[in-house]
């Protein structure tokens, strides 16, 4: 885990790759007292096979 954003309804977790690149996960704050990853924590990136979207610019 690279860096973490909370803001207000929902973080933002910046997830550093073994490459160097950085992907960012946007995540609904659903409960107040979940268990989430925090700064220096292995995490994997993972989505669903209908969940990516495709960014032309």
Do not use: C
Not at 12 to 24: A, C, I, T
Not at 34 to 43: A, K, L, M
């Amino acid at each position: 885990m690279h860096d973490i954003a909370y803001l207000g309804g929902h973080s933002v977790f910046y997830v550093e790759l073994p490459s160097g690149k950085l992907v960012q996960s946007f995540v609904a704050n659903a409960e107040r007292r979940g268990q989430r990853p925090t700064w220096g924590d292995q995490v994997y990136v993972w989505w669903e096979d209908d969940s990516g979207v495709v960014l032309r610019s």
